[in-house]
């Protein structure tokens, strides 16, 4: 596996289940980023994890939960989502935070039913 | 703050013909700048990177130069594709901030 790999690629998922996206990524970075994008709306940054530790957390609704056990890994945990969450969840990297260009997976498609 | 404008979409184009997309950008200090490319049902993909003024960033036979007097790094291409068709978006990142996108813009090639 090269660059940076997200799964599932795409959720179908009622409002009371819990699931989790997974990224992980075979650069050797040090930040790792998720983003949302929506239709129509710009690309919004949720959270941002540098050497493992949460640096930025974007008024996300408690409903999403982020985990980064290595600095290779990042998760999002879901649970009793809206159908509004309905969105293309992106996982980035990057050398540093705040430092150079990032590098996004493919994405999770999310449907929230 | 940083800011990314991008002129707004869709930009229809014919097959061969010539392509610009805007892009202007404000910034307290010295950005890099970068154009990222996302094609259907996929993530976004960097396209190209300049890192300083007057650098020309270039890829797939894109091209975009860092622009300071103008604050811009308009993207274009000589001759288009359908291959081409994907949404662009121009960013740029200072030192211990984090990346700015601009809202991004609609390319479509018509053969």
């Known amino acids: 596996e090269t660059g940076v790999t997200q799964t599932p690629r795409h959720l179908v998922m009622g409002m009371t289940n819990k699931k989790s996206l997974k990224c992980e990524q075979h650069l050797g970075h040090n930040a790792m980023y998720w983003y949302k994008q929506s239709a129509k709306k710009p690309l919004e940054l949720m959270f941002v994890y540098n050497f493992k530790e949460q640096t930025e957390n974007n008024s996300v609704p408690s409903r999403f939960s982020p985990e980064c056990p290595n600095s290779s890994h990042l998760f999002l945990h879901l649970h009793t989502l809206q159908p509004e969450d309905s969105a293309l969840y992106l996982c980035?990297?990057?050398?540093?935070?705040?430092?150079?260009?990032?590098?996004f997976g493919p994405g999770t498609r999310l449907t929230v039913t | 703050g940083n800011s990314v404008t991008q002129m707004e979409g869709p930009v229809t184009l014919s097959e061969e013909a010539f392509l610009t997309i805007n892009c202007t950008y404000t910034a307290t200090g010295y950005p890099s700048l970068f154009w990222y490319v996302q094609y259907p049902g996929e993530g976004l993909q960097l396209l190209l990177k300049?890192?300083?003024?007057?650098d020309k960033g270039s890829n797939k036979g894109f091209e975009a130069t860092y622009r300071k007097e103008t604050t811009s790094f308009h993207l274009e291409k000589g001759s288009v594709q359908v291959s081409d068709s994907a949404v662009y978006f121009c960013?740029?990142?200072?030192?211990?901030?984090?990346?700015?996108f601009g809202g991004g813009t609609r390319l479509m090639v018509k053969p």
């Open positions: 960013a740029l990142v200072e030192a211990g901030n984090m990346l700015t």
């Open positions: 980035a990297s990057s050398q540093a935070s705040g430092a150079g260009e990032q590098y």
């Open positions: 300049a890192t300083k003024a007057d």
